[in-house]
């Protein structure tokens, strides 16, 4: 009973935590492997602030000014954790906005222009696409489509924007939703960070672990994360280098500009860097430059989404030691099961299964 009892009180916690927080699984997921793979930095801020506390203990004479900071030493690594995390989160957000503002000031004038000629295409475009037309009078049945595409592509075209522009009046619910989940993101990677220790030993404390288990489980998951930031930020550097070597070739002007565009989206599960280089084909394949059009689209599709395949489980597998192809199952399984946070549950997943394995495999061979 003395036992069972509090096992009982931590479950009946857990279970107030998970009917509050239920509605938001994702989020959770994610708060705690952010958490899990900036564990080892809030402790080193730890271990500078109380460095930096005895110096300031051993300091004579007594002040006022040094009876604050002593008192600050204590809320110093919180704070630098805190404007950690929202500095490596909102600085890219924010760099992005800043790229895409002129890009989007000239859309809205554009979109201003669509709407005054009753959302009408444009006159080069209608141009082009009329001597594409000519050139398939030798195919009876592919003009006989593409006719009637274009018959249709003006009032598709008209709807689409007229329900764009219908639709954003739901942009602000969207807008709350997501500073919702990003806060309560945040919110919880704070709580997990600074009560790491007392978390992982309520979690022994039901499951009747021996704490280093559990922390080697911890540090095989960390690795794994370190190994999935990694390919993303090195995987989004080299997509973004290689789409501006395109855009250049392409002839279009900035191409540094595009490229670094290209390196923000790239981690964006499932669309990346096509976000940026497949209007770019568009806006050529319009302009009647055909060849450099397609051929974008193959540097995109092969050379540029190819990085991102090989790379990946490479850099996957610096934290996790498993076949080639294993990570490649792995990541594939992982977006067929939950979406694109598959890219992350599903390395994550195989790192902790990986782990239980080599932990069942040394029991048996220290219990022979």
């Not at 999935?228 to 997509?239: D, H, T």
């Not at 996790?320 to 694109?340: E, H, M, Q, T, Y």
Request: with cysteine.
């Amino acid at each position: 009973m003395t036992v069972f009892l509090p096992r009982l009180l931590y479950l009946l916690a857990a279970l107030a935590w998970y009917l509050l927080l239920w509605p938001n699984p994702v989020t959770i997921f994610m708060a705690a492997c952010f958490s899990c793979l900036t564990l080892p930095f809030y402790r080193r801020l730890r271990q500078r602030a109380s460095a930096w506390r005895v110096r300031l203990e051993r300091r004579e004479p007594d002040s006022r000014g040094r009876r604050f900071l002593i008192r600050f030493s204590h809320h110093m690594p919180l704070c630098g954790y805190i404007a950690a995390i929202f500095s490596g989160l909102f600085v890219p957000i924010a760099t992005l906005a800043l790229l895409v503002s002129p890009q989007a000031v000239a859309g809205l004038a554009r979109l201003r222009e669509l709407q005054a000629n009753n959302f009408q295409l444009p006159p080069q475009w209608v141009e082009h696409i009329q001597r594409w037309r000519l050139s398939l009078t030798e195919y009876p049945s592919i003009e006989k489509a593409v006719n009637d595409f274009l018959h249709n592509l003006d009032t598709l075209f008209g709807d689409a924007v007229t329900m764009l522009v219908s639709r954003s009046f739901g942009f602000l619910g969207g807008t709350m939703t997501a500073f919702w989940t990003t806060f309560l993101f945040l919110t919880l990677t704070v709580l997990f960070t600074v009560y790491s220790r007392r978390i992982r030993k309520v979690t022994c404390r039901i499951f009747h672990l021996p704490q280093a288990l559990l922390r080697r489980f911890i540090g095989a998951i960390h690795r794994a994360l370190r190994g999935i930031m990694l390919g993303i930020v090195l995987v989004a550097l080299a997509q973004g280098f290689l789409c501006g070597i395109g855009f250049a070739v392409a002839g279009f002007n900035q191409p540094a500009f595009w490229g670094m565009l290209a390196t923000l989206v790239a981690p964006i599960p499932v669309v990346g860097t096509a976000l940026v280089w497949l209007p770019l084909c568009l806006s050529l394949w319009f302009t009647g430059k055909t060849m450099a059009a397609v051929g974008l689209a193959l540097w995109g599709m092969l050379a540029v989404a190819g990085v991102d395949n090989v790379l990946r489980p490479l850099f996957l597998r610096q934290g996790i030691k498993a076949p080639f192809f294993v990570l490649i199952l792995a990541i594939l399984c992982g977006l067929a099961s939950f979406g694109p946070v598959g890219l992350i549950a599903g390395p994550v997943l195989l790192a902790f299964a990986m782990q239980a394995v080599e932990e069942a495999n040394y029991f048996y061979r220290t219990h022979e």
